[in-house]
């Protein structure tokens, strides 16, 4: 199984290669075009500001690759700001950047005292989520200071099925991940999370499997 690791200059994500690889991937890191395009899965990690992620992604079209993957079905994980930018819109640094807009919602600042959240938290799944299969008691390693508060699912179109939207908590509540057709992001680290986080992202293989 072919998974590219989408490469725009994100900073160090060759932890990302190898859990990938760990969780019995075949993986490339790289931004060609035609690689991104045929590879079963592709992983858009996420390291930095929203506006700098954004900028990065755009500049390479890495934005028109994976909603052309999305539109013919070809699984994506978003990992972190690589969540984010799935949304609307963020307030980090003031942001004016717009997001992917995959998913309804803007990322805002976290409601707690201690910032960032830097540390291992509990995830709660809803009922039905591959990615969390197996693993829904597991804490996974979280490190951001923005999050989108906001329900995605109370806001999508309601001519396509909503997404499963999972949770954290620091301070408040907050999308720790989420998942709808062949579009899948965390919030979280799977890289940085241990044993739970490769059986996540042995779990999200396993649903490339069930498209191919």
């Not at 994976?66 to 978003?78: D, H, K, M, W, Y």
């Not at 299969?133 to 999508?156: K, L, N, Q, W």
């Amino acid at each position: 199984m072919k998974v590219v690791v989408l490469d725009y200059g994100s900073g160090n994500v060759h932890s990302a290669v190898r859990a990938l690889v760990e969780a019995g991937a075949d993986v490339e890191l790289t931004a060609d075009p035609k690689k991104v395009m045929a590879a079963d899965g592709l992983v858009v990690p996420g390291v930095g500001a929203f506006d700098t992620v954004v900028d990065r992604l755009r500049a390479l079209r890495g934005d028109r690759l994976i909603e052309r993957r999305i539109a013919g079905g070809q699984p994506v994980l978003g990992i972190c700001v690589g969540l984010q930018v799935l949304f609307e819109a963020s307030d980090e640094f003031g942001s004016t950047k717009p997001g992917l807009d995959q998913f309804p919602g803007r990322v805002t600042r976290l409601d707690s005292p201690i910032i960032p959240h830097m540390g291992w938290s509990t995830v709660a799944a809803p009922t039905g989520s591959a990615l969390f299969r197996g693993i829904e008691d597991e804490r996974f390693y979280f490190v951001h200071s923005y999050a989108v508060h906001t329900d995605p699912a109370a806001d999508a179109d309601p001519i396509f099925s909503p997404p499963l939207v999972s949770w954290s908590d620091h301070g408040s509540r907050f999308v720790a991940a989420i998942e709808q057709g062949p579009l899948s992001a965390t919030q979280f680290h799977p890289e940085k999370s241990g044993r739970a986080g490769i059986t996540l992202l042995r779990n999200w293989l396993s649903t490339i499997k069930g498209q191919s």
